[in-house]
């Protein structure tokens, strides 16, 4: 194994438990990065030569390299076999259904690999070159492990590009099924499985779904970006009277309907196919309001250069989804931003209440599930934030009854 040489104090973040190299760190003039191929196992060294750890490298990537043991061990089968087998482990202790996210990157140590468990069904996301380079293997592990009976490569993730690998396409293996059946907290969604969001479905709302749905009884739901129904099917599920589901997809909308009518058959549901802002304005246009007003967005900010207008984005939707909040009802808002914190996430709805007279009173703050585990070094892998706020519509102040010249008359008449 070739030796990848730091800069000098380029070494702090990485011995404190930081798994990722960045390019601008390494002394290229002691171990040019053109000297390494994509997905080539490295020695990290300070500039002392003491061992930082193991890492794969790519010469092309602004993360040049990502540690994956904290001694002289190639990322070989052994390793990938140990880890994947401790990250199954730890799932099986954790859930009873073999419904999860099976690996979650480095959070379990397996830098850029992600896999999502539908019971007999798998699918991976592979982010960087050197899971790329061992894919085959990664999946004999697999296979060895838990049998499935198919497998999607999702190839379509943007940063597979960020590693010089190809985008675009998905790769099945097997007999994959048109639809995934998902069991999550004692309710069967329905989500598609080939050309479904991400790997299929969101887990790691699984936790906040709950507890939203724990307050949904006798509530009006609205679940924008619903997808296939996280959030307003289980409020339904749980005795909300009825929901109103936004989405782009139409797809996803046809799979809401269906998980609607099967967790509450016969109650009120209503699925528009609408851009998220437009549908909010145009809601409140027709004086509708709700108990509980979920909003799940995508990404808004993907890259810091994206941050101030993300954040914009997220102040107008909070400050849209306020307006259709009853009195004493609840904002569910997400971020699944990694770049926006928690606090970000805070002072947005914060201030979105303050310009509508909202008192807002925070009951939950909740982040992705168990089966994301976050790198304690890491703050990139705790990417989800939720919050839930009751809100308490504040009276407005009356107008001033006399203007200036007035209360100076008045002054002097009291004199």
């Known amino acids: 194994?070739?030796?990848l040489q730091l800069k000098r104090g380029e070494d702090r973040r990485a011995r404190a438990g930081h798994l990722w190299i960045f390019s601008n760190e390494a002394d290229t003039g002691k171990t040019p990065l053109t000297d390494f191929s994509a997905g080539e196992d490295v020695i990290v060294t300070d500039s002392r030569g003491s061992v930082i750890g193991s890492a794969c490298v790519n010469p092309h990537s602004l993360i040049c390299a990502r540690i994956h043991a904290r001694n002289c061990q190639p990322m070989d089968a052994d390793l990938l076999r140990a880890r994947i087998s401790d990250a199954l482990s730890l799932r099986q202790r954790l859930f009873h259904d073999p419904y999860y996210r099976l690996?979650?990157?480095e959070g379990d140590f397996l830098p850029g690999l992600v896999i999502d468990r539908y019971d007999s069904h798998l699918t991976f996301q592979i982010t960087t070159a050197a899971m790329e380079a061992r894919r085959d293997i990664i999946s004999e592990i697999v296979h060895d492990l838990i049998a499935p009976a198919s497998v999607c490569f999702d190839n379509t993730v943007a940063a597979r590009s960020l590693e010089g690998l190809e985008t675009g396409s998905r790769l099945f293996e097997g007999n994959v099924p048109d639809e995934l059946h998902v069991l999550e907290n004692g309710i069967t969604y329905i989500a598609p499985a080939k050309d479904g969001q991400k790997t299929g479905y969101f887990y790691d709302q699984r936790d906040n779904h709950r507890l939203c749905a724990g307050l949904a009884e006798g509530?009006?739901?609205l679940d924008v970006f619903s997808y296939v129904g996280g959030f307003g099917v289980a409020c339904m599920k749980n005795g909300a009277s009825s929901c109103v589901y936004v989405d782009s997809s139409a797809r996803a909308l046809a799979c809401c309907a269906r998980n609607h009518e099967a967790s509450a058959p016969g109650r009120p549901c209503e699925c528009l196919q609408s851009d998220a802002f437009d549908a909010l304005k145009d809601l409140r246009s027709h004086g509708r309001s709700f108990d509980i007003v979920s909003i799940d967005p995508p990404a808004f900010i993907k890259?810091?250069?994206d941050y101030?207008?993300?954040?914009?984005?997220y102040r107008r939707l909070n400050y849209l989804a306020l307006q259709l909040v009853r009195d004493g009802?609840?904002?569910v808002t997400s971020s699944?931003?990694?770049l926006l914190s928690g606090d970000d996430l805070r002072r947005v709805a914060a201030t979105?209440?303050?310009?509508q007279n909202i008192h807002p009173r925070l009951i939950y703050a909740g982040r992705q599930g168990m089966d994301h585990p976050v790198h304690c070094a890491m703050p990139e892998t705790a990417y989800l934030k939720c919050l839930i706020i009751q809100c308490t519509h504040q009276p407005r102040p009356e107008a001033l009854k006399y203007t200036l010249k007035d209360t100076g008359d008045m002054a002097d008449s009291l004199q």
């Not at 101030?308 to 984005?313: H, S």
């Not at 979105?352 to 310009?355: I, V």
Request: glycine share 10%.
């Open 308 to 313: 101030k207008e993300g954040l914009n984005a």
């Open 352 to 355: 979105a209440c303050a310009k």
């Open 103 to 105: 690996v979650f990157g």
């Open 219 to 221: 509530c009006d739901v």
């Open 303 to 305: 890259r810091r250069k």
């Open 329 to 331: 009802g609840f904002l």
């Open 1 to 3: 194994m070739k030796k």
């Open 336 to 338: 699944c931003s990694q």
